[in-house]
């Protein structure tokens, strides 16, 4: 089945211990994204990549590093969580302009 | 600057009548255009994207949109509600070529509620 899987679903962590959010895709797209999903604000994009080692800043970079060394996956790093990063966080992929399949989401808690 | 608006924070339907549910966007260049729905607790599923040719089109669920480039416009159209429509609904925007093509903006979401 055509997916893009996230992991984990849920995840409670406390303010400043590094974290990755895993992101696998199985369609052999070249574009992967992350967006972050908050009340009253819609999706904003975290980061995106348009292939194997070569990524760009969405709107709301700041405290969220990204690799993407396979074309199949893409973490997302929180390397010093903080509150504010508290929201839902969903892993998603394209083959460009042909808009993006997600993930079922993260639900991320920073205490 | 790229933008996406949604005017309607919140829409209520009676199941039956017809909905319609606004978007307009700024972009500098061709757009491609996308309707998303997330059912509660769900992730987002495409209903429709528009990237040239006939201004209207369909989608999954009974839901058509249509591109009007002098309004800006992308609004999200169903003749008939269902209860089961009920959701979150979002309009994005992004480049139609180029690098960028990754870079999809999305409007704050219109939540449709649906009167038995």
């Known amino acids: 089945e055509a997916q893009v899987t996230q992991n984990p679903r849920y995840l409670i962590t406390v303010t400043g211990k590094k974290l990755t959010v895993t992101c696998s895709q199985n369609m052999n797209h070249e574009y992967m994204s992350w967006y972050r999903q908050d009340p009253g604000l819609g999706l904003r994009q975290i980061y995106y990549s348009m292939n194997v080692e070569v990524t760009d800043k969405g709107d709301v970079p700041e405290g969220y590093k990204v690799s993407r060394k396979e074309k199949r996956n893409f973490p997302l790093i929180l390397e010093s969580p903080s509150p504010n990063q508290t929201s839902l966080y969903f892993c998603?992929?394209?083959?460009?302009?042909?808009?993006?399949?997600f993930g079922s989401g993260t639900r991320l808690t920073v205490v | 600057a790229q933008s996406v608006t949604q005017p309607d924070i919140h829409i209520t339907v009676s199941e039956g009548a017809s909905l319609e549910l606004r978007c307009n966007y700024s972009y500098g260049a061709t757009p491609y255009l996308f309707w998303y729905v997330q059912s509660p607790g769900q992730g987002l599923q495409l209903l429709l994207k528009y990237f040239s040719g006939d201004t209207l089109v369909q989608g999954i669920k009974g839901f058509e949109a249509e591109f009007k480039r002098s309004q800006s416009s992308f609004n999200l159209r169903k003749p008939s509600v269902h209860w089961s429509d009920a959701a979150e609904y979002f309009c994005a925007v992004g480049p139609s070529y180029g690098g960028s093509q990754g870079n999809l903006i999305f409007g704050k979401g219109t939540k449709l509620s649906v009167k038995p």
């Open positions: 998603a992929s394209s083959l460009g302009g042909d808009g993006y399949t």
